[in-house]
């Protein structure tokens, strides 16, 4: 017998100190046929196991984070592990101030990882001045990795025309963030995260009017104005459409993202937001409205 010991830490980290705790390792046969034993990582994201001197095949699982599908270890005397796991919460970021770094992983309509998928990026709005530079060439061609993961970066601000091999010829119009992250999958098919609003309460008397700037915020972080096709330049300045809960107390009328909120008779009621774009299907799915803004009618 051998006392064999899994640490698993976390990829970010080249120092290889970030313990990751509370990973679920699986042991199998070579073959990966009969499973043999299982144990949790503790606090310094260890987990050790007694075995036959034998080769095994071993799985690690944690939700939230990403390890190789299968270790194959040779165990001919006491042994240690390093395995290393990928937080998917995380955003590396961008290196350089113009630029964004993109990152995310592709699966397929089972669930699983889908390696070596091109993503074909075309720049719409070039010639393009990005930090004091102008971009020579217009064409990014990326391929995901043997775990599916993708990691790039584009221009911050700039719009780009994207084909993702899975999906055949279809072409999604994007706009990068001003950020030094964002994920893929919000990259190319965002949803109105939330409002950004000026107050979360607003006073009026009644027959009195007030004006509202508001801001449509996609969960990549791009705040608008919003390119309104590939093939202009006239911008959508909001992608959320507002309404008054009770026009009886209160009507609100909008233009682009400014709100006229008038006041008709006392009482209270609620400026509700719902997005004026159908967001790609989800699961768990997306809630169909917003925050709201409070309003007290005198």
């Known amino acids: 017998m051998a006392s064999v010991t899994f640490y698993t830490y976390d990829s970010s980290d080249e120092t290889r100190e970030t313990q990751v705790p509370g990973v679920t390792v699986f042991v199998f046969t070579?073959?990966?046929?009969?499973?043999?034993?299982?144990?949790?990582?503790?606090?310094?994201?260890?987990?050790?196991?007694?075995?036959?001197?034998?080769?095994?095949?071993?799985?690690?699982?944690?939700a939230g984070f990403s390890f190789a599908k299968k270790l194959s270890v040779v165990i001919e005397e006491d042994s240690i592990f390093d395995v290393?796991?990928?937080?998917?919460?995380?955003?590396?970021?961008?290196?350089?101030?113009?630029?964004?770094?993109?990152?995310?992983?592709?699966?397929?309509?089972?669930?699983?990882?889908?390696?070596?998928?091109?993503?074909?990026?075309?720049?719409?709005?070039?010639v393009r001045i990005s930090g004091g530079m102008?971009?020579?060439n217009a064409k990014v061609l990326i391929s995901s990795d043997g775990q599916?993961?993708?990691?790039?970066?584009?221009?911050?601000?700039?719009?780009y025309d994207v084909v993702v091999e899975s999906?055949?010829?279809?072409?999604?119009?994007?706009?990068?963030?001003?950020?030094?992250?964002?994920?893929?999958?919000?990259l190319v098919w965002p949803y109105v995260a939330y409002v950004d609003v000026p107050s979360s309460t607003v006073t009026l008397a009644a027959g009195d009017d007030v004006?509202?700037?508001?801001?449509?915020?996609?969960?990549?972080?791009?705040?608008?104005?919003?390119?309104?096709?590939?093939?202009?330049?006239?911008?959508?300045?909001?992608?959320?459409?507002?309404?008054?809960?009770?026009?009886?107390v209160a009507t609100v009328t909008q233009k682009d993202n400014v709100l006229t909120v008038?006041?008709?008779?006392?009482?209270?009621?609620?400026?509700?937001?719902a997005p004026s774009i159908a967001p790609a299907r989800r699961f768990p799915a997306l809630p169909t409205s917003l925050n709201v803004i409070s309003l007290t009618v005198t």
């Open 148 to 159: 599916g993961y993708v990691e790039f970066d584009l221009l911050r601000g700039a719009r």
């Open 30 to 62: 070579e073959d990966g046929t009969t499973f043999i034993d299982s144990g949790n990582t503790d606090s310094s994201g260890e987990v050790v196991f007694e075995l036959p001197v034998e080769t095994y095949w071993v799985r690690f699982f944690k």
């Open 134 to 136: 102008a971009t020579g």
């Open 167 to 186: 999906y055949g010829e279809q072409v999604f119009h994007v706009m990068v963030p001003d950020l030094p992250a964002t994920g893929f999958t919000e």
């Open 211 to 248: 004006e509202i700037t508001i801001n449509s915020v996609l969960s990549s972080g791009l705040v608008g104005p919003y390119p309104k096709n590939p093939d202009s330049d006239r911008l959508t300045v909001c992608l959320v459409s507002a309404k008054s809960s009770d026009p009886t």
């Open 262 to 273: 008038v006041g008709v008779s006392p009482g209270e009621c609620e400026i509700q937001f």
């Open 84 to 126: 290393a796991g990928q937080d998917l919460d995380a955003r590396p970021p961008a290196t350089q101030a113009n630029l964004c770094r993109v990152s995310g992983f592709l699966i397929g309509a089972a669930g699983q990882r889908l390696p070596d998928v091109t993503i074909d990026l075309m720049l719409t709005d070039y």
